[in-house]
């Protein structure tokens, strides 16, 4: 299986989950509340990207892989309102550099889901001026850093932020509100919109898009009940905010549909996070879910946080996607597992799935596992094993997987 001249072949990290020390922003604020985070744990110094990311990229240099996805850490550039702290910057122009001198084509995210803490205690996205805030902040990296990279994302996952800390209440500020979950949400398109044109002004060569989570959405029974409400999660999930960017427009339920003329079209690619499917169950007693009730298909296999390994759910969702006839980056795609063999696998399945897409005429460019490393996985604290390279955290010491030299593997190759 060969693939296209050009291939992405990727991992990717976020900011708080790897640098360490991200003291001044809400998940730190977060992770020192009893009960938070599995097993009472802290990010803490994490990974210690922030001071060891040359080594890091020598060992994806030393791998064979040819992309890196990672994110800037909007507290350190931003630390208080209006001042931006120029050693931040200086810090990841080293980080682009490093990445460019061993060939290693960067993605770079804007936003995957920490806040100052300044703007998390004005009330974060909830708060309108969030929307102004986002577009300084964006204004400043794109003059420092928007000539040096050619895909960038400005914000990951925008319905799991909205979901996991406005609806679910598992995540920062941990309300549980429907309307201020929509809220967000609209916030979040327009923030979106601002980067755009931000970094576009600075570099017009640039490919700039979203990380847009996307899942598989399955009607648990054939009945009109399940179907319908499969339907309506799978719109206001996945596809709203989408067409939303495409529109241009406030899409119901985020708006009324109102023209936003500075959103239309602000995507130049695709950016898919797959990770699972959910099989949807009709349930009138959960209005703040949709009606939705949520499982997990019977008799297949899960990874360690309970979620279905479904590869071609991965292949549904890019010919779907074909219909917006852009380049598609596949942004995250992994699994969490003690058991290797199930990761090569896991690796081996969901890229026989692109190739197909690709053969079907659907424009992948590349793919990024989640993770490089194992890291601070949010709630799940550090039980969550993502990496293809075991991170000892006593220590600090890299050991990279067998899985880590079979993708290795696959991007001499462009292939298996």
Known sequence: MTFPAGFLWGTATSSHQVEGDNRNNDWWAWEQEPGRIYGGQSSGLACDHYRRYLEDIELMAALGYN?????LEWSRIEPEPGHFSVAALDHYGQVLEALRARGIEPVVTLHHFTLPLWLARAGGFLNPEAVERFDRYAREVAAALGREVRYWVTINEPMVLATQSYLLGLWPPGHQNLFETLRVARHLLLAHARAYHRLKEVNGEAMVGLAKHLRVVDPGRPGLLDRGVAGLLDYVFNWAFLSGVERGRLPLPFGFNQRVPELLQTQDFLGVNYYSRDIVFFNWRSPGTLFAKMEVAAGRERNDLGWEVYPEGLYRLLKR???????????????TTGD???RQRFLLDHLRQVKRALEEGVEVRGYFYWSLLDNFEWAEGYRARFGLVEVDFATQKRSPRPSAHLYGEMARKNGF
């Not at 992309?67 to 994110?71: G, I, L, N, P």
């Not at 996607?321 to 699994?335: F, R």
Request: no cysteine; hydrophobic share 45%; proline share 4%.
């Open 67 to 71: 992309a890196y996805r990672f994110s």
């Open 321 to 335: 996607l074909q219909a917006y006839g852009k380049p598609i980056l596949i942004t995250e795609n992994g699994i």
């Open 340 to 342: 290797d063999l199930a």
